[in-house]
Structures are given as C-alpha cells and as structure tokens.
C-alpha cells in the first residue's frame, strides 16, 4: 500500500511539472501558429513515454519498447532541468514587474524573444544532456588506500572492489553490463562488494535480456557479495534475491559471515525493509555482536545513513550507494546536505 501511494504521488507531480512545462513551450509559439500544433503531440509523446515505458517493460520486452524507456529516461533528467530554466524565467519577469531589468526592445518583438529563449534552453539542456550521457558512458575506477591498524596486517594487499548501483536495465543493457563487468575484474580483485541497487525497479528487462550472463561472469576468489537497495525492493525483493543468488552473487540481508581469516562481512538490508514489511531491520548493534572481535568489520549498507551508528559499534569499513550525488546538478547539492558523505571517502573515529 506505501508503495501504492508513493507511486500515485509520484505521477501526480510527473503531470503538474509536465503540465507547467507543455503549457509555457507551447506559449513560445505564435498564437494560430502551425508549430503549435506540431509541438503538441510531440512533446506528449515525449512525457508519456517514461511512464508508458516502463507499464510495457511488465508484459512486453521489446525495440519499442526499449525506445521509449530510453526516451523517456533523458527526458526525466531534461524535465527537471527545463523546470529550473523555466522557473527563473518567470521568476525574472516576477521581478521585472516591480524593477524593470528587461530592456525594452525584448517587448517590441515579443514573439521573436519568446521563440529565441525557447531555442536557447533547448539547446543548452540538450548539450548538458549529451555531455552528461558521455560522462555517465566513461566509467572511472577510484582507488582508495584503507589504511589497516596493526593487528589486522593479516588482511593487508587485500584488494575489494566495490560498484554500487548498476541498475541493470533496459538503459543498462547488454553491452554496457558487458563493460562494467569487464572493468571490474580487469582491477583483479579478491573480493567484490555489490551495495544494492544492482538490479533496476523492474526484474523482466533483465531477465528477457539475459543480463544476469554478464553478472555471472564476475570474479574473484573470495567470492561476490551484496546486500540490498530500495530497487530490489521496488521490482519485488524476493524475485531479486533469487536471480542474483542464481547468477552467483550471494545477498546478505541483516546477515554475516567470516571472509576467510580477513574480515567479518555484514550486508544490512535496505531501510525500505521496513516500508514493505510493516518491520524494522536488525540493529547494526545485533549484527556486529555476532562477529569475531578479532577481525575487523567490513558492512555493506545501500544508503549512507546514520555514519555514527557503525563508527559506535567499532565498523572499521562501510560501503554504501543509493546517492549517485544527486545524478545531476543541482541536486548534488541536496544530496551533500542529506548524507554525511554523499560521495567518495571520509574517515569518521576510527
């Protein structure tokens, strides 16, 4: 029922942002303009074809379907930023009605200004998108030293590569799975960290699409491992667990175990738990009373929530996901005044 609402809410606001923002593209034009009626149906297309998209994904996997899913994700990014765009624009003709800053020649051509603001956002968002898409496409390794206190020197060289969020899809297909797959283990790892969200809300792209192949072919010799994200919950958590398990990575969920004589490993599972089971998940105080004190803790946490609480029970590493820092500017600010660290490394205590 929670995730009824939450969907229900979410497409009430995805209809008033489109709303707002169909309502002022279609002001752009000329009044009796031909490009008016073009626009219309173009950009209702465009809108209706993320939540179309994904209604599809659940009976039927196809190029059609996949267009419009991939459609549908850049304009989920391009609305948000065509909001900001078109906020400041009134915003600046808000303030102008009380202290004029606009020059006046802009008033003498209206129509012309109008249809040239038009083409100046859409050319500047369309080029943030691009750029942003590239960037998303030219994955980078991050290597970080983790310094070891003396008594652990037994898990020291020991390599853990860790890659969070892969959200195995239909815009993370075949080939792109393929890539991050074999980037991953060209580091030679020892041992693979999954924290959450490795498969996307819907569990049916991924399996017509075999994407699961690609995850079995992840190696190391300590073994895969991963605990889950809110995605496994929101595609259904069991289904999740049991193709990930089928395809050789084991899932803790509010679970240890002893990685050889290295480390003590905690997968939680993902605070959604509680959304979707009415329960609360076990403390990180219960699961670390269950370990070796002789080994230090490693715990995978999908969202990086509450640093204090495995700095108090002594967690020597933690590895989360779930932020991606906002994915785009500017809510990379929200998510660096949400999380503690919304992004790379931070020591806290010990």
Request: net charge neutral; aromatic share 12%.
């Amino acid at each position: 029922m929670k995730f009824l609402g939450f969907l229900i809410t979410f497409l009430i606001l995805y209809a008033i942002i489109n709303f707002y923002l169909i309502l002022r593209g279609f002001q752009c034009f000329p009044s009796g303009s031909l490009y008016r009626w073009i626009y219309l149906p173009v950009i209702l297309i465009i809108v209706l074809s993320f939540p179309a998209g994904k209604l599809l994904e659940h009976v039927w996997i196809s190029y059609f379907n996949d267009i419009l899913v991939w459609i549908g994700s850049f304009w989920f990014a391009a609305m948000f930023l065509f909001l900001i765009f078109a906020l400041f624009i009134d915003l600046f003709r808000l303030v102008n009605l009380f202290l004029p800053v606009i020059p006046k020649f802009l008033f003498d051509h209206v129509d012309k200004t109008k249809l040239i603001i038009l083409l100046v956002g859409v050319c500047g968002i369309s080029l943030a998108m691009i750029l942003g898409h590239l960037k998303a496409h030219n994955i980078k390794v991050k290597n970080y030293n983790i310094l070891l206190p003396q008594k652990y020197q037994n898990c020291s060289g020991l390599r853990i590569v860790v890659a969070s969020d892969l959200h195995v899809s239909t815009t993370v297909g075949r080939k792109r799975c393929k890539k991050i797959v074999n980037l991953i283990n060209a580091q030679k790892p020892n041992i693979i960290l999954l924290p959450g969200d490795i498969v996307d809300s819907d569990l049916k792209a991924v399996t017509e699409n075999n994407l699961g192949d690609y995850l079995k072919e992840l190696s190391a010799p300590l073994g895969v491992y991963a605990c889950p994200g809110n995605h496994e919950y929101i595609g259904g958590i069991e289904q999740a667990i049991q193709y990930l398990t089928d395809h050789n990575i084991r899932v803790l969920r509010d679970e240890g175990l002893t990685i050889h004589d290295y480390f003590y490993l905690i997968g939680r599972d993902d605070p959604s738990f509680s959304r979707y089971s009415g329960k609360n998940r076990a403390s990180l105080e219960s699961l670390t009373a269950q370990q070796d004190t002789l080994l230090p803790s490693v715990v995978m946490d999908h969202q990086p929530l509450h640093l204090e609480e495995a700095s108090r029970n002594k967690v020597f590493l933690q590895v989360s996901g779930h932020t991606h820092r906002g994915q785009f500017w500017p809510f990379n600010w929200a998510t660096d005044n949400i999380y503690e660290c919304s992004h790379g490394y931070i020591k806290k205590d010990d």
